[in-house]
């Protein structure tokens, strides 16, 4: 008998919770966000009951403001894959206009993002919720239980979880109560790639450097990937080759100067680089502790 | 190959550490973490500007230092009050080995947290600040460790800057706490002088300051240590998560081997089922496995078509758990509401919820002095041994030979909280013949209508459902009274107004029921009360199935009405007396004249059955 390598040993835990979580939910759904870890959480989940088919749909909140080939990927993964695909957006805030440059981030996040995730999830009728998030991605996520237990706001409270021992989970909810499951809890980063790389996981291609039009705000190179882009006067988009390390709504996700192409650069540019991968989402600079903020109003 | 082609793949095939941390805030836990973090470079350089910044706020240590501890605490409410409240996990690695750290911390109310951490943990650091050596916190730490089933402990005696790297105070240190632990069930405890502030015996040797050491530095320590004995590889056990069944021709059981090793072609047994079948696949989408071991995922595939749920496990034929409806566990109470004898809950164990209750709590324990203390109940944190009966067996193995079927936690059958987590341990000591701790015959027949109510079957008619069809509810009404007459013709009266106004009841007299229901009842002495226990059984039943049931007992006494008070539970009694009685204190619900009309009493009667919304006003 050999020892299960750490990758392995992460592989058969999530596939320990997706399994444990179908066993105790009468409704689940999968949220899927189109970015890497979502495409390595899908591959667990289709591993975790191969040979059959995934017992449950996969959601995607579309904030109207994701790049175009997140959108392109999303839907030739989902067809490729044979997946089920649902996808919600906040119609009404589509129809009023909101968008990230007049409403700023905070708000808009709020509308196009947490009331719309919390529409499809009340809509659905889930008791149970999978997620990608991961506990090495932000310092309030370290705390955050793998079956994370929201009350019928859909809130998270920090001062009522459920304690955790051993891998005895517990997805028992009264009506419009739910859990988040979050199966990729204990990957780091470095992980994901790796496990992408063997893997033969497809990624939408933002995360390989390519030139892109591009301009500069605070610090941060936002990519002008449609016409709705608002340019400050005297700003103009200047072509770079630049990827982006997260991917979200493109006008608040900033972009890096890379010039790598593969993973193994990606990688070796991470060990060099050393910035946290959530410092380019901008979402997370609203404030010391907005993630636990936002968690606590309901986003993911 | 490429340098990173070689450092993905060397990350890809190390072996995992899971670890924790034990000591309060002032033994330097955070300190020393946020150096394993910072020097294995995985601060990132974000974070240390935030930090940066954050420490300049609410830093506790000197200006220009770095605050480790900021790095960690990641919630606002705690960062505020400066405490870790709640178990943490982080991560980093070095080229030998992964690591998870579970950091908890180390107030006296958080048994609960540090238990959470304890139970995934290969191994624990307790950390000792060397000027105060072992302290009762200490002593705490290292038990709930041992309870937790941990095979390895590293104590790191902090502050060795402070006490002058003397090796003398190491050596006392050491031999305290070595006495002590004796008494634990612990194999492997290693000892290592540290400076967690100054780096010192941390990462690396220091032996230009301890020179005394000639051991390894904590870290080390941590890549080393070998977890290959750890597992149990000898008892098979696969509890079934999810049945996958994509098409006619393959039925798979999905799970994680829990422990042992299976292999195609081994005969397996299906618990509760008892059958036996041959293993013909392990299954994976990677391929089919020549040989599955802990903690593997895998999908089995068995030569015969045997009818298996999720819940069920599947076990080597000739190695089998206990399976077993009464067992002794250890618990730790992690709930407001304490922990009492008697008390209903869910249990989940093994991938599967049971119905529970808690039999008898034995005993608590002193989570400072380990020792053995008489209590009530358990309170949050309370730790304590009990007995357990659940309405289905489980199959177990006692912990300390099985983490992972040895295991299970407790569920609030209303909120759904996680209300405890335990620990099976090997036998019970009070057996089923032997008397239990009840003290008289009122206490033996509380104990057994709690035990009836616990197993009784519910169908999937609701009173609801009955009420609603029949316009009133169940109830059970007893006549007494000094003429024998007087009472069995009151009683079949109150039946035929009830069974006129179109609602069901029934009169049962006492007499058929002793030449019925109760003929077989032989002992003289115990008669009288044998008899009565079938017709408080009957009007549980009857009463369930929502009849208005009436039965006349003219001579009944106070011990009698309690009894039947007693097993017609959860449902109440309704007591009438026809007349005043002379010589028994009876508790009667309602008292009718003895002289007046009988049409007038049982509508005295059927005014109160519509005053407790039993029947409807309306058809009175």
């Not at chain 2, 919630?75 to 409240?85: D, F, N, S």
Request: glycine share 6%; charged share 25%.
């Amino acid at each position: 008998m050999s020892t299960l390598s750490q990758l392995r040993q992460l592989e058969a835990e999530s596939i320990h919770i997706f399994r444990d979580a179908v066993s105790q939910a009468q409704n689940p759904i999968l949220l899927y966000s189109i970015g890497k870890d979502s495409s390595v959480l899908v591959r667990l989940a289709q591993k975790a009951f191969y040979p059959g088919r995934l017992p449950f749909k996969l959601l995607h909140i579309d904030s109207t403001w994701k790049f175009r080939e997140m959108i392109a990927f999303r839907d030739r993964f989902c067809s490729e894959q044979e997946l089920e695909l649902i996808v919600h957006s906040n119609e009404q805030g589509r129809a009023e206009g909101v968008n990230p440059f007049d409403y700023g981030s905070r708000k808009y996040t709020d509308i196009m993002k947490t009331q719309a995730l919390l529409q499809a999830l009340k809509a659905g009728k889930y008791d149970l919720a999978f997620g990608g998030a991961r506990r090495d991605e932000e310092k309030s996520r370290a705390k955050e239980r793998v079956f994370s237990f929201r009350d019928k706001h859909q809130q998270w409270d920090p001062k009522n979880q459920r304690p955790e021992l051993w891998t005895i989970y517990n997805a028992r909810v009264n009506p419009e109560e739910s859990v988040r499951v979050f199966p990729l809890s204990n990957w780091t980063e470095t992980d994901i790639w790796q496990y992408i790389r063997i893997e033969r996981i497809p990624i939408v291609p933002l995360y390989f450097a390519a030139p892109r039009p591009v301009v500069e705000r605070d610090g941060q190179w936002i990519m002008v990937d449609d016409e709705r882009m608002r340019l400050h006067s005297g700003e103009r988009p200047i072509e770079k080759t630049v990827r982006f390390r997260t991917l979200g709504c493109y006008p608040l996700t900033g972009a890096i100067e890379s010039a790598a192409t593969t993973i193994e650069e990606i990688v070796a540019e991470t060990l060099q680089v050393r910035v946290s991968e959530r410092s380019t989402r901008v979402i997370d600079h609203d404030g010391d502790s907005s993630m636990e903020q936002k968690k606590r109003e309901g986003y993911f | 190959m490429s340098a990173i082609d070689t450092y993905l793949n060397e990350h890809e095939n190390k072996n995992l550490l899971r670890f924790i941390t034990c000591g309060s805030v002032d033994d330097g836990k955070s300190t020393l973490i946020g150096r394993l973090l910072f020097d294995s470079k995985l601060i990132y350089e974000d974070q240390l500007s935030s930090l940066q910044d954050a420490s300049d706020k609410n830093g506790t240590t000197g200006a220009g230092e770095i605050d480790y501890a900021l790095l960690l605490d990641g919630l606002k409410a705690e960062r505020e009050q400066g405490i870790t409240i709640d178990v943490a996990y982080r991560y980093f690695s070095t080229p030998q080995r992964k690591f998870i750290i579970a950091d908890t911390p180390g107030h006296e109310q958080y048994t609960r947290n540090m238990a959470t951490g304890a139970s995934t943990a290969n191994l624990a650091i307790i950390l000792i600040d060397a000027r105060y050596g072992v302290v009762t916190q200490t002593r705490r730490h290292a038990f709930i460790a041992s309870l937790l089933g941990i095979k390895h402990l590293l104590v790191a005696v902090n502050k060795m800057d402070i006490s002058g790297y003397s090796e003398e105070t190491f050596l006392m240190i050491r031999q305290s706490f070595s006495d002590f632990a004796q008494k634990l069930d612990i194999p492997d405890v290693r000892f290592v002088p540290i400076s967690a502030l100054k780096g010192t015996n941390v990462v690396r040797r220091s032996p230009e300051l301890t020179p005394w050491y000639a051991g390894q530095s904590l870290l080390e320590l941590l890549e080393t240590v070998d977890l290959s004995q750890d597992l149990n590889t000898r008892d098979f056990r696969f509890p079934v998560q999810v049945v996958i069944r994509p098409n006619l021709n393959f039925r798979g059981f999905a799970g994680t081997v829990a422990s042992g090793v299976i292999k195609p072609g081994d005969k397996i047994r299906v618990l509760p089922s008892n059958r036996t079948s041959v293993v013909k696949r392990i299954v994976t989408s990677d391929g089919d496995l020549q040989e599955a071991s802990a903690p593997q995922a895998v999908t089995l595939e068995l030569t015969d078509e045997v009818d298996i749920s999720s819940g069920d496990m599947i076990v080597h034929d000739i190695n089998l758990p206990r399976v077993k409806d009464r067992f002794e566990a250890v618990v730790i109470w992690m709930s407001e509401t304490p922990l009492r004898a008697g008390a209903h809950y869910l249990i989940r164990h093994a991938g599967r919820f049971v119905k529970a209750r808690v039999e008898a709590l034995l005993y608590g324990v002193d989570v400072n002095t380990m020792e053995q203390v008489s209590v009530q109940e358990l309170p949050l944190n309370g730790i304590g041994r009990i007995v357990v009966e659940t309405t289905q067996p489980l199959f177990f193995d006692p912990y300390s030979e099985n983490r992972a079927t040895g295991s299970l936690i407790f569920v609030d059958p209303i909120s759904n909280a996680t209300s405890g987590a335990a620990m099976i341990t090997d036998t019970v000591f009070i057996d089923h013949d032997t008397p239990r701790a009840v003290s008289d015959a009122a206490g033996l027949l509380r104990d057994h209508v709690e035990r009836r109510e616990f197993y009784w079957e519910t169908g999937l008619v609701s009173a609801k459902d009955r009420l609603l069809r029949n316009r009133h509810i169940g109830k059970t009404v007893i006549i007494i009274g000094e003429s024998a007459q007087a009472v069995q013709a009151f009683g079949k009266e109150l039946e035929r107004r009830l069974f006129r106004l179109n609602l069901n009841s029934y009169f049962l007299g006492f007499s058929s029921l002793s030449r019925g229901l109760a003929s077989d009842v032989r002992d003289n002495r115990s008669e009288h009360d044998a008899e009565i226990q079938r017709l408080g059984e009957l009007s549980r039943i009857l009463t369930d199935a929502g009849l208005i049931f009436i039965t006349a007992l003219p001579s009944a006494d106070a011990y009698t009405v309690e009894r039947l008070k007693a097993l017609n539970q959860p449902n109440e009694l309704l007591v009438v007396s026809l007349g005043e009685l002379s010589g028994r204190a009876v508790p009667v619900t309602i008292t009718v004249g003895e002289h007046v009309s009988i049409e007038k009493n049982v509508d005295a009667v059927l005014g109160l059955l519509a005053e407790q919304h039993v029947i409807p006003d309306y058809c009175i």
